[in-house]
């Protein structure tokens, strides 16, 4: 198993729906491109445990172009029950099943 853990921040999709997600740091988002090379799955989504927190869930992690990065969606029963709102840096472990 990788384990990574990171702060960054929680930022609104401009688009519907108001996702939220927190744009993983570039030096952790290479390391983990790198160690899971050919194990994503459709959409370049990579399934992964997350813990903020008390809080733990399964989730996945995607892509982004634009940053160069990968993407965390934090679901709203996450932030409720550890009182985030977008603009807040909470830490983050992610752990991947290799």
Avoid: C
Avoid at 25 to 52: C, E, F, M, N, Q
């Amino acid at each position: 198993m990788l384990r990574y853990e990171m702060q960054a921040e929680i930022w609104v999709y401009p688009g519907k729906g108001g996702w939220h997600f927190m744009t993983l740091p570039t030096d952790v988002a290479a390391r983990i491109k790198a160690a899971t090379a050919g194990l994503a799955r459709p959409w370049g989504s990579l399934g992964i445990t997350a813990t903020i927190g008390k809080t733990r869930w399964q989730t996945s992690l995607f892509p982004d172009k634009p940053s160069g990065s990968l993407l965390l969606p934090v679901k709203g029963s996450v932030r409720q029950q550890e009182g985030l709102n977008a603009g807040d840096e909470p830490t983050v472990t992610v752990e991947i099943e290799l």
